[in-house]
């Protein structure tokens, strides 16, 4: 178990790679507004920094890359993002709206699941480990997947796939992952960073102000931002608003805390 005084978010540098690494195991990696703002400040130094060619995001331990937000948390009255507003702006977990021009390799060591699978969705490369799981499970817990995994998942997966994942709630493993494309490579554990540091390697082996180049344009990244977003996070807004007031919304995380089955109302 970590430590309670341990920072939520581990950085370390490897020559030009920058290492990530949510550091709650005993939460299961969820995020807090301590993941938020340890992601989203190391993605702002990542992108400063011109010895920085390539960013690896993980999760600590061996069985969650992260479980998305801390219901647990969110059900007690905690909060899930800094009050800060130019660190709100980031998106869930520090970088859900947060591209930069450095390209980030996911290694995702475990589960992926909610805001999880969303940080695997934003980045630009994925190396899964073989007991991976990816879901978006948001529909189970009277919520949608309103950090980009709803309009971004019908982008990397084949659009009837995705809408059953996205409607269901139902996870998909790693072979899934790989097969269509979702996922680069899918190795062993013992794998996933010699595998996920060599690729960062290549990378960075190349010259950096082309790889920033293609990224920002093959993303349409400007100012900051994806340009085309805009749209979708106002359809977010607007869905959220509504649903985050209804008594649904309010059941789902209660009953996940108390470990039962919700009650849905419809309302």
């Known amino acids: 178990m970590t430590d309670a005084a341990a920072p939520a978010v581990l950085t370390e540098r490897q020559g030009h790679i920058l290492i990530i690494t949510i550091n709650r195991p005993e939460a299961r990696n969820a995020v807090n507004a301590d993941v938020h703002i340890g992601i989203g400040t190391a993605l ?21 890359f992260c479980a998305g937000a801390d219901l647990v948390a969110l059900s007690r009255g905690g909060q899930l993002a800094p009050d800060n507003e130019a660190q709100q702006a980031w998106g869930f977990g520090g970088f859900a709206a947060h591209p930069i021009s450095k390209p980030i390799i996911g290694a995702v060591n475990g589960f992926a699941f909610g805001g999880g699978c969303e940080l695997a969705l934003m980045c630009d ?18 919520l949608f997947a309103a950090a980009g995994g709803a309009f971004r998942i019908v982008k990397q997966l084949p659009q009837k796939l995705a809408m059953e994942h996205l409607l269901t709630g139902d996870p998909f493993d ?3 992952a790989l097969r269509y494309g979702f996922a680069n490579r899918v190795v062993p554990l013992a794998d996933l960073m010699p595998t996920a540091i060599a690729m960062a390697q290549k990378i960075a ?34 869905e959220r608003q509504k649903l985050m007031a209804s008594e649904d919304a309010r059941e789902g995380p209660r009953a996940f805390a108390e ?3 919700p009650v849905w109302k419809a309302r």
Do not use: M, Y
């Open 44 to 64: 702002e130094e990542a992108e400063r920094d011109p010895e920085i060619r390539a960013v690896i995001i993980t999760g600590a331990g061996d069985k969650a």
């Open 125 to 142: 490369i994925v190396i899964a480990a073989e007991n991976a799981q990816f879901g978006l499970p948001e529909v189970k817990v009277g």
């Open 174 to 176: 790693a072979a899934t």
């Open 205 to 238: 082996g190349n010259a950096p102000l082309s790889v920033q180049a293609s990224k920002r344009v093959a993303l349409r990244i400007i100012d900051g931002e994806i340009a085309g977003d805009d749209a979708h996070w106002n359809d977010n807004r607007r």
């Open 259 to 261: 470990k039962r089955k």
